[in-house]
């Protein structure tokens, strides 16, 4: 992907002046829409998740303690669903607003167009791993839905839909990066063009 | 030296300039493991290890206490319920020298006991409180240094995510780490509020007083507006304490009730619900994609054999738990330094907890130390995160040294703090060794 970039950005460079925000055309402002829209979708679904297990976790708690009654597959279903959507289906909004930490001390130093080019390498790398490790959530659906995948408690739930979760929810996130890489080294190459804000909510850190 | 071992080693290595070079912490620990494990056992195994340890990491029962702990922090800030905390311990503190400051303390470790995380403290008790000191011409260094300092509180003080996650990794339980917070984190506060009232009775220029009393009524008056929040922390904490909740039960019981109270005092709107939701789902999805990173260090760590032969390279030394404990205390200042506490917390443990677990020490005491290390990271530099973030808060009207040099004071009451912690175990273990489970 970075020689395709390069080779392009070299013979296009006179021609972009015009034009700098069309790098890579109308066909990747269109996938970036997609993918935004996409990180967002799945970041309202991680929302009803989050929601859900509160309200999941509270009932159980209510009808133990007043009528010391229970609902079956609680474990399983806060265990099994809500957590792997509430880790999950986020990460490609959190690559959105760039909320993975990153450390920028020994960077400090370096001007914008060079931590672009980094960044740039930094996100192909970490896209490619992503890619590994979406294939293997991939693999693990595929492999737990022919099997029906059950975990015995109380009553049997099933969780191989659950498996499906992290290969959506990490491959989301491995496009988005693929789209901020191309814009990265857009900016790393033409000094033009948006580059997505670099701040992290504060309250967001442990 | 074999190959195992080196590879282990070139590991870290790698992942420290990666680091370095701005790949995401989460991914720095990944990939490096990744590939550790891919060298060391060959790649299938590594991919099919990679997704089942995930995936099995995440769908766990106890992990659902971060989330909801997270999101009754959240509530309670972004629906103003803590903001009032600072004005009830501004008008029952501001009477003692240095008072505008040790009820900054105080605010912030109450603040602490609601929200799970230091840097979201600092951040929120900054804005309040610095503005204020600085109106009675408090010395800037101290006003700052406060906010900075105390605001580390988040991490000790239950509940807190450092803690929960360090009880995962260890296998420790949760509702005793989290109770055994209680009293060293009462106890920081404490050498905090008295060296700030040290130094101001010494030189009464830091520190001006504040005009005008404020009569009984009115510090009555505020308390029934602060109360339910306390109440709330006091019921979750009781809860895990007595075994009468799960840490899970607790947080998800604490969000619903701090939606209610909001609610009660009209401060709960759409916008309010909205915004808390989604900032704790992506602090949960951004906490955990690095706890994923920790969980596949671990695998390559045992893997490799880099704590085995450390520990027998230690030799007899490495059985006496006070020696370990003063040699991480070195390894986590000097790391604690350039690392966020997080990727720091999940870097260490897969090779200093297989020693400290050989030394038959007890880890509820190794892990309320670690914490404490890790708080005092948070404000050294050059990378203290709390630092910056109050730096964030007051903008250009005080240079990042004068906090720094504010911050000083504070890192000494922490060394006498941590040493008494070292000293007197018990400070750590007495509340969890009455627990009944």
């Not at chain 1, 996938?31 to 990180?39: F, P, Q, T």
């Not at chain 1, 992503?130 to 109380?154: C, P, R």
């Not at chain 2, 840097?119 to 010395?139: F, L, Q």
């Not at chain 2, 780490?177 to 920081?188: F, H, K």
């Amino acid at each position: 992907m970075i020689k395709i970039i390069h080779g392009k950005s070299k013979s296009a460079r006179a021609d972009r002046k015009n034009e700098p925000e069309k790098w890579g055309g109308y066909m990747l402002e269109i996938s970036e829409k997609i993918v935004n829209l996409c990180a967002r979708l799945l970041m309202v679904l991680g929302c009803v998740a989050m929601t859900m297990m509160m309200l999941h976790v509270m009932s159980e708690v209510f009808l133990r303690y007043f009528f010391t009654a229970s609902i079956p597959g609680t474990e399983e279903i806060v265990s099994g669903y809500y957590m792997v959507a509430v880790v999950f289906l986020p990460l490609g909004y959190v690559q959105l607003e760039r909320g993975h930490i990153i450390i920028e001390l020994f960077t400090l130093k370096v001007s914008e167009r060079g931590k672009a080019w980094m960044d740039g390498v930094v996100l192909t790398v970490c896209s490619a791993a992503l890619a590994i490790f979406a294939y293997a959530g991939f693999d693990k659906a595929i492999n737990m839905t022919i099997k029906n995948e059950i975990w015995i408690g109380m009553v049997d739930v099933s969780i191989w839909p659950a498996r499906w979760m992290l290969p959506v929810g990490l491959t989301v996130m491995t496009l988005m990066m693929v789209v901020q890489c191309i814009r990265e080294f857009q900016f790393a190459v033409t000094g033009k063009g948006a580059i997505a804000h670099r701040h992290i909510e504060d309250s967001e850190r442990v | 030296m074999d190959l195992d071992l080196i590879i282990g080693i070139g590991g870290l290595v790698l992942l420290l300039v990666l680091l370095a070079l701005r790949v995401p912490i989460a991914f720095s620990l990944g990939i490096v493991s990744l590939g550790g494990v891919a060298v060391l056992r060959g790649g299938l195994p590594a991919i099919s290890a990679l997704e089942t340890l995930t995936f099995n990491f995440i769908a766990h029962w106890s992990l659902s206490a971060v989330p909801m702990f997270l999101l009754m922090g959240n509530i309670a800030y972004k629906s103003g319920l803590t903001q009032s905390l600072y004005r009830a311990a501004r008008m029952w503190l501001s009477g003692l020298p240095g008072g505008l400051a040790i009820a900054s303390t105080a605010a912030c470790a109450m603040f602490a006991a609601a929200s799970g995380s230091s840097v979201a403290t600092a951040s929120a008790m900054g804005r309040i409180a610095i503005p204020e000191m600085m109106k009675y011409k408090y010395d800037p260094g101290l006003a700052t240094g406060t906010v900075a300092a105390a605001g580390t509180l988040g991490s000790l003080i239950p509940p807190s995510i450092l803690i929960i996650l360090f009880a995962i990794f260890t296998e420790a339980s949760i509702g005793q780490m989290l109770i055994a917070g209680i009293l060293p984190g009462i106890l920081s506060g404490l050498v905090f509020a008295a060296m700030i009232m040290i130094r101001c009775k010494i030189n009464p220029k830091l520190a001006p007083k504040v005009e005008g009393g404020v009569t009984l009524t009115e510090k009555i008056q505020v308390l029934r507006e602060v109360w339910p929040l306390p109440v709330l922390i006091v019921g979750v904490l009781g809860g895990i304490y007595s075994g009468f909740f799960t840490p899970t039960e607790a947080g998800a019981g604490g969000a619903f009730l701090a939606f209610i109270i909001a609610a009660t005092q009209k401060r709960l709107n759409w916008t309010v619900f909205k915004e808390s939701v989604i900032e704790t789902c992506s602090a949960t999805a951004m906490i955990f994609l690095i706890a994923m990173g920790g969980i596949m260090l671990t695998r390559f760590m045992a893997v490799s054999g880099v704590p085995a032969a450390l520990s027998s390279a230690l030799g007899p030394y490495g059985l006496d738990p006070v020696i370990l404990v003063i040699a991480a205390s070195v390894i986590y200042i000097f790391l604690g330094m350039f690392l966020d506490s997080l990727g720091l917390m999940l870097l260490t443990l897969p090779v200093l907890l297989p020693l400290f677990e050989a030394s038959g020490a007890d880890i509820i005491w190794f892990g309320i130390l670690v914490i404490k290390y890790l708080e005092i990271g948070l404000i050294t530099p050059p990378v203290g995160l709390n630092v910056y973030i109050i730096k964030g808060v007051v903008g250009d009207s005080i240079p990042l040294e004068t906090i720094f040099k504010g911050v000083l004071w504070f890192i000494v009451a922490d060394i006498f703090t941590l040493t008494l912690l070292i000293i007197f175990p018990q400070i750590s273990l007495y509340l969890p060794s009455l627990m009944q489970f």
